[in-house]
């Protein structure tokens, strides 16, 4: 870990750029279009792609980066943006200009309003001569109007770009999704493998400075399949550790790293110019990093009066597990999870869905709380995981589900409100989901003695890698598990591992499908 001498040395270091940087970003893009260049590229700057997301019932966040060799260095560009009709795509139902600032490495984010709810809406961006692809995207029905009939939804995380292809979105674009969940390692920082068994390689040396993460973000933003699934539906993104360094937390890196603080703010802002964001998360997330506190991500988000996420960062926040009163979440994020769960359960709404990193339920359920626990993991936060299952029980939502990632296998739970005592009332279900490509080291039959060891699991495999697909209606959710054939394939075939339903008011259950299974 580093010390506090050199967080100290560290906060000298970059409060000066962040700053700087505050200054600029907090001038809105209708006051600095005028000084932005209008530009008439002889080259499409539209490699990265389209994205949307920050969906809500009357608006979303639309978003591109300019690239290419001859983008003007250190120059603002003047990017047109259009909103279209889907049926028919020469009707433009909104327009503007946005500023591609070069501060931000001449990413685009439009926060688009005002538009008519629970609709699906096409988007294109414009420099010069030159248009984007088109997206399509939708806003989310409002939470005063009739309960929609369904949701559908995905849920991904962990693509590591060398360790396989990402033949999971090719399949996903079918799936016809409202949504898509990225759970976190939506990068990873390292340096290029030497393992001879990748499958490609992005020759980059470990990310340490913004230009590194700006780098490795445009190599994983190059494939054509992660970029379809973007521009196909909104997304709701969360990040975890690689997106700035494996294993780190809050300010504290377990491998010493010099001028940690400001390679965590540099990795931040990439994410930010990577990411459909709004324009508050990196605003409010620099002001709060010049008081030493945050970026703030974590957000609840409704899908009308059916289903509220809750979308968790339990990475930032993150004391010390040496701490005797240590928090995953941090306190400040605690109280406004419990007060999330509390609405939900007030307004009735059926679906309390808590989106994170991680896997909640233990992975030490015969050694008990605090044991031999992972300081990674909610193990080493017993006191945290009890605090969130005595907000569960206390306001007594409908139907919670909990939604993680992280571990590079599909592991299914029951969530008992005593995590080590399964004779204790189910409060929720769990579904951690395998990686979309990342490799999972530990061999399935090792997996299922441990889960055999932790009667809580209904069902493990460390062996595919895939995502999951949830639909919800006002009485039940289905989860569906994806898994790719060969994740080294491009062309891998799909197919579903297990199907579950979550009845109202009632455990998991198993449905069909294969896989490993403990018990229904």
Known sequence: MISSGSISMDRREFLRGLVALAALVSVPDHV?????????????????????????????????????ERVPV????????????????????????????????????????????NRWYGYRFRVGTQVSMPGRTRT??????PMPERLRFAYVSCQH???????????????????????????????SSADPNVVRRHH???????????????????????????????????????EVENDYRGVLSIYNTDNFLSMRAAAYQAYYEHMPLRAATLVAGLEGMLRGAEMRIYQRVAFGSLAMWHLLDCRQYRDDPAEEKRSMLGHPQEEWLDEGVRLCAEQKIPWNLVVHQNRFTPANYPDGAGKKASSDRWDGYPEARVRLLQ?????????????????????????????????????????VGTSISSRMGRPQHVAEKHAAQNPHCVLVNTERRGYGVVELSATQAVVELRVLEDVRDEE?????LARFVVEEGKPLRRDQGGGWLIKN
Request: hydrophobic fraction near 45%.
């Open 32 to 68: 600095r279009a005028g000084e932005a260049l209008s530009w008439e590229p002889d080259f499409f700057p539209f490699v990265l792609g389209v994205a949307s997301g920050s969906p809500s019932a009357d608006g979303f966040v639309l978003w591109t980066r300019l690239m290419g």
């Open 74 to 117: 250190g120059q603002d560009i003047l990017v047109h943006w259009e909103v279209f009709d889907l049926q028919d795509p020469t009707q433009i139902l909104a327009k503007g200009d946005a500023v591609a600032r070069a501060v931000l490495g001449h990413a685009v984010h439009v926060e688009v309003a005002g538009l008519a709810a």
């Open 140 to 145: 989310l029905p409002p939470m005063d109007g």
């Open 161 to 191: 770009w060398e360790q396989g292809y990402y033949a999971g979105y090719r399949h996903m674009l079918e799936e016809k999704l409202d949504v898509v969940l990225f759970l976190g390692d939506y990068i990873y920082e390292y340096a």
């Open 204 to 242: 980059l040396p470990v990310a340490r400075t913004l230009e590194d993460y700006r780098a490795r973000y445009a190599v994983y933003k190059s494939d054509p399949w992660l970029q379809a699934m973007h521009a196909h539906c909104p997304w709701l993104v969360i990040w975890d550790d690689h």
């Open 391 to 431: 907000a569960l029980a206390t306001h007594k939502p409908r139907n919670t589900v909990l939604i993680g990632g992280d571990i590079h296998q599909n592991w299914v739970a029951h969530v008992h409100l005593d995590p080590y005592d399964v004779r204790s009332s189910v409060v929720a279900s769990e579904f």
């Open 492 to 496: 891998s075939g799909i197919s579903t």
